[in-house]
């Protein structure tokens, strides 16, 4: 069984705005203590459109060596291009041991110019006619600026076995909805994970796998107990450090990925927080209310902990 929560994380540079790798390893190997699935080299938080081909392979490699079997990680840094290009980096990505690569939709261009139904066709025919080897298909609605179909998906992952997961990144519930339920009528399971946090709740009634999130970089360990309280089917559980996450979400949130991320991380003095330009650090009102949210949700679940502990 997969993990239900995944992680889209950061890529570690150091202060010469090279890939660190100590701090790469050190950052999986804390997604999997905590039995968080990683996917490196996102175009979001990963800063995968920044990265260099040799930079990519690194990150790959690295991983895979840090996480020691012990969660799947998934290559995230390939995509929005040429069709041939992303079948290219897909092998070169498997070859060097990724449990699987995820595939985004095809996006030639600019995202106010989405590509037509038969060139959606057609990219799905050539990428998954070219790839035998485990595949995580996304809907992307945020990054590309169209939607997928849920029945498209559906019938891409009943008639293609290699297919392993549906990332589902919507602002629609009602697609969510009927992806889930679409696949769960098939007759090969194919796990569901919704890229946005506030929908993993329903979500998990619906019966999706679970979250891939750009929080558990910061909090992996709440992550991880957010999916044991429903497993164990603790509401009260659930329902508070859900809440919890939520917290981190609207704080990590304001100023958006990577930034608020590595900011948090390096606040706490963890390595390989830089950023690689154009990003720049936070600073002024930006910078001030990521501190205050963060020490309010931190000084919140300390009570918390402490509560839990005298009952």
Not at 8 to 35: N, Q
Not at 63 to 72: H, K, N, Q, T
Not at 80 to 93: M, Q, S, W
Not at 238 to 249: E, P, V
């Amino acid at each position: 069984m997969t993990p239900r929560m995944h992680v889209m994380s950061i890529t570690p540079f150091d202060a010469r705005g090279a890939l660190d790798e100590a701090a790469l390893r050190a950052h999986v190997r804390r997604f999997a203590d905590a039995g968080i699935g990683v996917f490196l080299g996102s175009y979001g938080t990963g800063e995968g459109k920044l990265l260099r081909g040799d930079e990519v392979r690194r990150l790959y490699a690295v991983g895979v060596e840090a996480s020691d079997g012990r969660v799947p990680v998934v290559a995230a840094a390939l995509g929005l291009g040429a069709t041939d290009d992303v079948v290219e980096r897909a092998r070169e990505a498997r070859a060097l041991g990724v449990d699987a690569v995820q595939i985004h939709p095809p996006l030639a261009g600019p995202a106010t110019i989405a590509p037509r139904e038969n060139e959606i066709d057609a990219y799905y025919d050539a990428v998954l006619a070219a790839l035998d080897f485990p595949l995580v298909l996304s809907n992307e609605v945020l990054m590309v600026g169209y939607g997928l179909a849920p029945e498209r998906m559906c019938a891409l992952a009943a008639s293609h076995r290699q297919v392993v997961g549906i990332n589902w990144t919507d602002p629609d519930p009602s697609s969510l909805a009927r992806v889930v339920r679409g696949l769960a009528d098939a007759e090969r399971a194919v796990p569901v994970r919704v890229g946005l946090t506030a929908q993993l709740p329903l979500a998990l009634v619906l019966g999706a796998e679970g979250l891939v999130s750009f929080e558990a970089n910061v909090v992996p360990a709440l992550c991880a107990d957010v999916a044991r309280a429903f497993d164990a089917g603790d509401l009260a559980a659930f329902r508070a450090r859900f809440a919890r996450l939520m917290d981190w979400n609207l704080a990590l949130g304001r100023a958006m990925t990577p930034r608020s991320v590595k900011a948090v991380l390096a606040a706490r003095g963890e390595p390989g927080t830089a950023l690689r330009a154009p990003y720049r650090a936070l600073d002024g009102e930006l910078a001030h209310w990521l501190e205050r949210d963060v020490a309010r949700i931190e000084a919140a679940g300390a009570r918390d902990a402490t509560e839990e502990g005298t009952r």
